[in-house]
């Protein structure tokens, strides 16, 4: 594969401070995820574009902000019922799906670009349709908007738009919605099903109707501590930290992990994850090199990343990273982005499925969930590593109603199609395949779904490679 020429690559990587983070970064822009939602406000937004043909959902409703009479919290929950079919009755369940709006980013970028995500979420329920897959008594109604994926109160404005006007059922959520999810499930009680990992504290503040993809911070910190014992990166070596405060329940434990371990941690430097970038950037560079830290544990946003490289590289300060799928490191477009350098070579866990293309593995779920979209859309998806932010994209949505559909089965099974219902099916639906992500399953006790974890590798010609196959968590306990 050929590679960018040093001058454009500079270029991306200028814009790579100033927009990855917008593009990745799980905690940005005030978006604390270990923070209380404020209280959401109705607003006027503009309803969404309508969706390119062909469709498959009903126009959603206006969207002219919250009335006096609309309904909110349980109420909201009331499924529609259809016209009969063949099969019966069918109740029509309404399905918000809140995604970032990265528009501006690809102007300057088309790699930053992440397609259409309705049509992609419009591609999956055809096929459900097609292919029988709808349970009997159930069918769905996609209302999507989208959102700045720095502007907590757009997010905020989203959750309201959902959950009163809009009145639906359960929500699935993009990228870096975390403070819209929280909304939803403390304020209106709506069941979410996110993309992001989060505080244990925060799964407690929305039970039980916040649900994540990814594994919780506690959870994935304890692994990835773990998985950089098991690499042997860190034996013998001073250790280095750079975190972000929404982490700090999954420092602390990942701490007394390298403690019991012997392993000598010098230097360690918390941020707060919000806005573009962080005055500690250079700050925690100069103590990683005063303590001579010879092992870097990036648990930073995109940006800050981009800086840290940046500012090391300055100063001829090349110090081995392990690094994990946090903030989007592990997608393609970061990784391609940062000074090869500082960054070639790097090791990293990672809870996805990025890297089995070029790690010659098995993608056959992956390219069924493609192949669907390009049938439904009329259009190629370009399959050649690194992973576009629209090949991630498109697997990221697959996996989200994937979650769904388990769901949806469950809750019909049983009877009982209520918001309470599909929490139930949630927690007793087994393992889920994914194909973007790691299997997993939630319990009563567990509202984060990925169990698994490997290790991938960046290798500055071409991409992200996996290495290993995927391995089980540790159990906390």
Same mark, same amino acid.
């Given at each position: 594969?050929? +590679?960018r020429?040093s001058?454009q690559?500079?270029?991306?990587r200028? =814009?790579?401070g100033?927009?990855?983070?917008a593009l990745?970064?799980?905690a ?8 209380a939602?404020?209280?959401?406000t109705p607003?006027d937004?503009?309803?969404a ?7 498959v959902?009903p ?6 902000? !919250?009335t ?8 909201? =929950?009331?499924?529609t019922?259809?016209e ?5 009755p069918?109740?029509?369940l309404?399905?918000?799906y809140?995604?970032p709006d ?6 300057l ?15 999956v329920?055809?096929? &459900? ?5 709808l349970?009997?008594g159930?069918?769905v109604?996609l209302v ?7 502007d907590?109160?757009? *997010?905020?404005?989203v959750? #309201?738009?959902?959950a ?6 359960a ?20 069941p979410?099903?996110d993309?992001e990992?989060?505080?244990?504290s ?7 109707w ?5 594994t919780d911070?506690? +959870? ?6 773990? &998985?950089?014992?098991?690499t042997?990166?860190?034996d013998? *070596?001073r250790v280095g930290?750079y975190?972000?405060?929404?982490? *700090? ?8 992990l ?5 392993i000598?941690v ?7 994850g ?5 005055? /500690?950037d250079?700050v925690?560079?100069r103590?990683f ?6 092992v870097?544990?990036?648990?930073? @946003? ?6 840290v490289?940046?500012?090391?590289e ?9 690094d994990?799928?946090?903030a ?14 500082q960054?070639?070579?790097?090791l990293?866990? #990672?809870?996805t499925?990025?890297?089995? +293309?070029? @790690?010659?593995?098995?993608? #056959?779920g992956?390219?069924?969930?493609? #192949?669907?979209?390009?049938r439904?859309?009329?259009e ?6 690194p992973e576009?932010?629209e090949y991630?994209s498109?697997l ?10 388990a @769901?949806?089965e469950?809750?019909?099974a049983s009877g ?6 599909l929490v139930?099916?949630? /927690?007793n639906a ?5 194909v @973007?992500s790691a299997?997993?399953?939630f319990? !009563?006790?567990?509202h ?5 974890? +490997?290790t991938?590798?960046w290798?500055?010609s071409?991409? &992200?490679?996996?290495?290993?196959d995927f ?7």
């Open positions: 594969m050929q +590679r020429g001058e690559r500079g270029v991306l200028v =814009a790579a100033l927009l990855v983070l990745v970064a799980v940005c822009g005030g978006d604390d995820d270990d923070a939602a404020p209280e959401p607003t937004e503009p309803a574009e309508e969706s390119p043909e062909p469709t959902a126009e959603t409703g206006d969207d002219d902000g !919250a006096d009479d609309a309904a909110t919290g349980d109420e909201a =929950a009331e499924p019922p259809s009969p079919t063949p099969d019966g069918r109740e029509v309404r399905i918000g809140a995604y990265l528009s501006a980013f690809a102007v970028n088309e790699e930053f670009s992440i397609g259409d995500p309705e049509l992609q979420a419009q591609a329920v055809d096929q &459900w349709r097609r292919d029988g897959l349970p009997p159930i069918d109604e999507f908007a989208s959102y700045n994926i720095l907590s109160n757009e *997010k905020l404005g959750c #309201t738009r959902f009163q006007d809009e009145e639906v059922f929500v699935v959520s993009g990228l870096n919605y975390t403070v819209g999810s929280e909304c939803l499930a403390t304020r209106f009680s709506t979410v099903i993309t990992g989060a505080p244990p925060l799964y407690q503040r929305g039970a039980p916040f649900f994540t993809l990814r911070y506690e +959870r994935q910190l304890a692994s990835y501590g773990q &998985w950089a014992l098991d042997g990166e860190l013998g *070596k930290i975190f972000e405060t929404p982490l *700090k329940e999954g420092v602390e434990a990942m701490l007394e390298f403690d019991a371990a012997g000598e010098v230097s360690v430097t918390e941020t707060s919000e806005g573009i970038g962080s005055p /500690e250079p925690a560079v103590r090199i005063e303590a001579d830290a010879e870097v544990l990036p648990l930073i @946003g995109g940006s800050s990343a981009v800086n490289y940046s500012a090391a300055d100063q001829n300060y090349r110090p081995v990273y392990l994990l799928d946090y989007e490191h592990t997608s393609g477009i970061a990784a391609d982005t940062n000074p090869d350098e960054y070639d070579g790097t990293a866990m #990672t809870m499925r990025v890297g089995e +293309r070029a @790690g010659g593995m098995d993608v #056959t992956a390219e069924a969930c493609l #192949t669907n979209y390009e439904f859309a009329g190629d998806v370009v399959r050649d590593p576009s932010g991630a498109i990221r949505t697959c996996d989200l109603f994937a979650i769904l559909l @769901g949806l469950g809750m019909a009982d199609i209520s918001r309470e219902g139930a099916a949630l /927690e087994g393992e889920i395949e994914l @973007g299997n997993g399953s319990s !009563a006790e567990d984060s779904l990925v169990d698994n974890y +490997r991938i590798q290798d500055a071409c991409c &992200w490679r996996a290495l290993t391995a089980p968590m540790p159990d906390l306990g």
